[in-house]
């Protein structure tokens, strides 16, 4: 018997798209960065693949310890409860040298939003958590501590929202916040939201802007995303895949300029610089352009209306030296 559950619990975002990309075969040893509900390592596992997969969450890398005791055993899942700009450790530990496939589903799982203990989302009152480790500080340790210019600083940063310094000020003047809804209501409140306004004039949600800001400060997602993808250069092997969801612009431009450097390209030269050539082997092939999904997918998985793939192919070039770090 294998590991893999006969339903999944949630539906994988451009799960066909990202299996293409990979395009596994039975032998190969894939790294789902982020397991989450397992959605791709099911798949992944039904190709025949051996699936390393890495979750810092607790509660997910337990529900993959029950595919065991369901299932029957099966040794083609490795589970690693670590951070995923980890893995090039994990595997070392597991005595691997290197991989055919590298998967990123950046950003709150489903499985996270859909708990209201965990602080993740505002549709229902909760927590003021959002730690994907359920470990260091919470979003109400940010959010009751912190200086007004800080919280600022992470809602523009983060969020893009224009009106930080509101939302910070009116944070600060309602302290302490510690549940989901205290919070979304302050920054609604903050920028005049009216829910009552229906049709074509109707206001998206303001304080989703917040939220994403403050998930992304407490987890340090953005840093993670550069670490892992440099990570995911080292260990895959020449002709392996690496392929990334994200679903947001910050995320997309980090995955975006990432692939574009490690596939050898540089800024043209204008009329005040020369033509730069670029003195560093490509390690990855040309990446694919942005893959959003199927008006059909969209309607059957609302998640995925903001989603984005993009993908390449490694090369036989050694890993840069510090690879990543221009993404910042």
Excluded at 106 to 121: C, H, K, N, T, W
Aim: proline share 7%; aromatic share 6%; with cysteine.
């Amino acid at each position: 018997m294998n590991a893999v559950p006969a339903k999944a619990p949630h539906i994988p975002v451009l799960l066909e798209e990202v299996v293409d990309a990979l395009d596994p075969k039975p032998g190969d040893l894939i790294v789902d960065a982020t397991f989450g509900a397992g959605g791709y390592t099911r798949r992944l596992l039904e190709s025949g693949a051996t699936v390393h997969a890495f979750d810092r969450d607790p509660d997910a890398i337990a529900a993959g310890k029950l595919w065991g005791e369901t299932c029957g055993k099966d040794p083609r899942l490795v589970l690693h409860a670590r951070r995923f700009s980890e893995l090039a450790e994990g595997l070392a530990e597991a005595g691997i040298a290197g991989v055919q496939g590298v998967v990123f589903d950046i950003g709150v799982s489903s499985m996270q939003l859909d708990q209201p203990g965990r602080g993740f989302a505002f549709s229902s009152d909760g927590p003021l958590d959002m730690r994907m480790s359920q470990d260091g500080p919470s979003a109400a340790d940010f959010l009751n501590e912190a200086d007004e210019g800080d919280i600022a600083d992470v809602l523009y940063r983060y969020g893009e929202e224009r009106q930080s310094r509101r939302i910070a000020r009116a944070i600060v003047a309602a302290r302490p916040l510690t549940t989901t809804g205290q919070f979304a209501n302050v920054v609604r409140k903050a920028l005049g939201y009216r829910p009552d306004i229906k049709g074509p004039k109707a206001q998206k949600d303001p304080a989703t802007r917040s939220f994403q800001a403050v998930r992304i400060h407490v987890n340090g997602e953005l840093d993670e995303l550069i670490a892992g993808l440099a990570a995911a250069e080292k260990v895959l092997v020449p002709g392996g895949r690496i392929a990334v969801v994200s679903f947001h612009s910050l995320e997309d431009r980090i995955v975006k300029q990432f692939l574009r450097e490690a596939a050898g390209a540089v800024p043209a030269g204008s009329r005040h610089l020369p033509q730069v050539t670029s003195r560093v082997e490509p390690v990855f092939a040309k990446p694919s352009s942005a893959i959003r999904p199927t008006p059909e997918e969209e309607e059957r998985n609302p998640r995925a209306r903001s989603a984005t793939l993009r993908w390449a192919e490694r090369t036989t070039a050694p890993a840069r030296s510090g690879a990543g770090r221009a993404a910042a």
